[in-house]
Structures are given as C-alpha cells and as structure tokens.
C-alpha cells in the first residue's frame, strides 16, 4: 500500500490553532502522512498574535532540502512565508525538486491584525511562486490585496479568481468566510473555464482560528491522495465545517476548530 505524504511549508502557532499545527493535525486526520519546513515561530494563542520570529532561509532551503533528499512529497502546501527572501527559496525548490501539486495559501495578516507576510513581499508572491500554484487559496482580503479588485459581490468573487487565474494560478478557490451572506459560507472553485460553488451553513462563532490553514491543508492532503481537485474541495468543505460545527470551546479569544470532528462525526455539504 503507497503510504501518501504531503508537507506543509509554514509559520508555527505556539496556541496549536492554525499555521503548521493546523496542518499537520488535518494531513494525520485525512489519513497522509504530514511533513514540515518552518519559516517562522510566532507566539500566539486563542488572543492575539504576541510575537513573530522569522527563521534564516537557510534553515528554510535545508529543511526543503531534507525533505527532497529522502521523502518527496506526493502535494505540498504554503502557510506563512513572511519575506521574499523565503517565498524566492520556496520557488526554487518547487522548480528544483519538480515538486507538484502546489497548494499556495497566501497568508498575509492573522485576526488581530498582525501581519504574518512583510507587504512589501506581496509583489514576489505574485511574480514568483502563484504562477507555480496547481491551487491558491485567498480569502476575501487576501483575493483582493492579490489583483487589486474590491470584492463586494459573487460576481466581483469570479473575476478576482479569473484574475488570480491570469496571473499563472492553475486553479482557484476563494473562501468565503469574510464573504457578507449571513448564512451561508461559499467557497468558489474556477478551473479556468468553469465555476463551482460549494456551501455551507455559516455557523455565528468566534471560534474560527485557523480555518483558512485547515481548510487549505485538507485540500492538499486529498490531492496527495490522488483525488481530483473537485472531490479534494469537497472534502476540504465536509472537514472544516465538521472542524467549525463542534467547536472545543478553548482559550478565552478566537478559539481553534475541532479537527478530530470530521473523522468522528462526518457532515455532509
Ligand atoms: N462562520 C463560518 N461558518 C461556516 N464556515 C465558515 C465560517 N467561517 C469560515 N468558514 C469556512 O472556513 C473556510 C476558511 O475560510 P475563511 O475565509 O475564514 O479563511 P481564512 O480567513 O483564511 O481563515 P483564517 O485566517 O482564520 O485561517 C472556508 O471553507 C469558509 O467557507
Ligand atoms: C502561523 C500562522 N499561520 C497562519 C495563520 C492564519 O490563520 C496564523 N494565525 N498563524
């Protein structure tokens, strides 16, 4: 039996909610075997974001490098990236190593407002690795921050994936968690000619930390598994809202997802 093994190249939650904790809790859940290169250690609980200690690229390129050398993955993902000095090594370890299925979840600012992605390295995401991308998965900001579009409307969601798509995106999925339907939470998919919606109820919680990363890592760990990008989505939609749905109820601020739900309880969307 191939044992299936995807990694996630990402900042750490010291709070376990989101970034490599999140990932690596869903690879484990969906059944992959789960890989890491850390750029950066934040400090973090369910409050706030208290500190962000970016690692050297080179300790970035050696983890990549290790991983390379010995247990290539079948998908990969990207969290935190925070300078362009990282997403430039990233890059080049995409090409080198003729990794594929990409998954490019460009993370930018934490709730709270602590930015996890320096702005000015906004423009080498866009030149450097989105083109690389078999999948990138923006949230409303992020969508909007990429193309420069405001996205007020479902239709202004489809030309900002028509958009990411132009800039070299193979796919695009933009979350709606910060869309403005009150309860529905639609997550768009544009394969280039065709759109896809899938929806779930949007439940009224605080506790959604880490949503993006889960959802992003479920996503990835379906594609290391073989399944097509549709059927990857929609299991990545059925895990987060189980993740959402039975909240732990931890930490006093934005409490994590419940990543074990999926497996124990199922849901269907
Ligand atoms: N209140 C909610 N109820 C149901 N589903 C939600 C809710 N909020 C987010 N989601 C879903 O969670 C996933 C992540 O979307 P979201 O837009 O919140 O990502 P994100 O902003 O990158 O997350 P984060 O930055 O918290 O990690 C999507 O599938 C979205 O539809
Ligand atoms: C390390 C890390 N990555 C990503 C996010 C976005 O949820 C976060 N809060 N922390």
Redesign the pocket.
């Known amino acids: 039996m191939t044992t299936f093994k995807a990694l996630t190249i990402a900042g750490s939650d010291s709070g376990g909610g989101?970034g490599i904790q999140a990932d690596l809790k869903t690879f484990q859940e969906l059944g992959v075997y789960g890989m890491s290169a850390l750029t950066a250690i934040t400090a973090q609980n369910t409050l706030g974001v208290q500190g962000v200690y970016p690692l050297s690229v080179e300790a970035v390129k050696e983890q990549m490098k290790s991983i390379a050398d010995d247990l290539s993955p079948h998908a990969l993902k990207t969290g935190m990236l925070f300078n362009a000095e990282i997403i430039s090594a990233v890059a080049d370890a995409v090409r080198i190593y003729s990794w594929e299925k990409l998954i490019v979840d460009p993370v930018m600012i934490a709730?709270g407002g602590v930015s996890l992605l320096q702005q000015e390295s906004v423009q080498a995401l866009i030149e450097k690795l989105i083109p690389l991308s078999y999948v990138i998965t923006p949230?409303i900001p992020e969508a909007e921050v990429l193309t420069g579009m405001k996205i007020v409307t479902d239709e202004g969601v489809r030309k900002a994936a028509m958009s990411l798509h132009n800039m070299g995106a193979k796919h695009v999925v933009i979350?709606?968690?910060?869309a403005a339907h009150p309860d529905e939470?639609v997550?768009v998919l544009f394969d280039g000619t065709d759109f896809f919606e899938f929806s779930?109820?949007?439940?009224q919680?605080e506790n959604?930390?880490?949503?993006?990363?889960t959802?992003a890592a479920a996503i990835t760990s379906e594609l290391a598994k073989g399944q097509s990008l549709y059927d990857s989505v929609k299991t990545a939609?059925a895990f987060?809202?189980a993740a959402?749905k039975n909240e732990l109820g931890i930490g006093s601020g934005h409490g994590p997802t419940n990543h074990w739900a999926y497996k124990r309880t199922g849901v269907s969307v």
């Open positions: 989101a709730k949230n979350k709606g968690g910060h939470a997550d779930s109820p949007r439940f919680t959604t930390h880490g949503t993006g990363c959802f939609k987060i809202t959402i």
